[in-house]
């Protein structure tokens, strides 16, 4: 992966930023992000945020290579502290991080959003409080994906301030949207973790060491599965 050419997982990110956006990508790493839809037209203008040095250094590098330090500005900062209001950004992505990561990122960088933007989500895991947080936040979510890269599963969110609206538990489990349409992969995702849900749960019962509230949570999970694929 470069600047030239995306991973799937960050194509199909690419694809969810809208032309003319102003787009802030915090934790760019390498900025290959913002440098691959600039170059390619789709914006004109983007932010890179990073927190750590080595990172940022790479990301200044990257912008620096390809000549757009007029287009991409590259920001030291912690989550949403990189966005100011003078950039006027139009979209946020947050990719390649834990979902909890996001969502503590989103909870502490609140002040930094206007309510107006796009956020483009590609969480590692922990899709549920991030969803928890979107709802409870005055967010809709307007698209999500799935895909399957070198053996790992990626659920991309895609949410946009909307009137208050309430997802069920399973929703926010499963992914409103991914549910209603079921595609293949999405059921071989969840084919493959009810079995290890089944495997984990068999292991903690065998444990006993295992506080019950835990197992409730491992076998409703295991129920909303069960019902999921039947
Ligand atoms: C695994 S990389 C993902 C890079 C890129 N977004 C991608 O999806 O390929 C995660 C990056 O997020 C950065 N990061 C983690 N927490 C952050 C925060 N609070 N603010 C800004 N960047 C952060 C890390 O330094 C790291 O470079």
Known sequence: MNEHTLSMRLERVAAHVPNGARLADIGSDHAYL??????????????????????FQAAERTVRDSGLEQQITV?????????EAR???????????????????????????????????????????LRLWLMRNGYRIVSEELLHENRFYYEIIVAERADPLVYTAEQLFFGPLLMQ???????????RALRLRQKTLAAFERAQAVPEAKLQEISQQIRWMLTLLA
Do not use: Y
Not at 47 to 54: I, M, N, P, S
Not at 98 to 117: F, N, Q, V, Y
């Open 34 to 55: 913002p440098v691959a839809l600039v170059r390619r037209g789709v914006i004109d203008a983007a932010l890179a945020g990073e927190v750590a040095t080595t990172p």
């Open 75 to 83: 920001r030291l900062a912690d989550g949403l502290a990189a966005i």
């Open 87 to 129: 950039d006027g950004i139009t979209a946020i992505s947050l990719c390649g991080m834990g979902g909890e990561t996001i969502r503590d990122i989103l909870e502490a960088g609140k002040a930094h959003l206007s309510g107006a933007e796009r956020l483009i989500l590609q969480p590692n895991g922990g899709e549920q409080p």
């Open 181 to 191: 349409a079921r595609s293949p992969v999405f059921l071989a995702k969840w084919q």
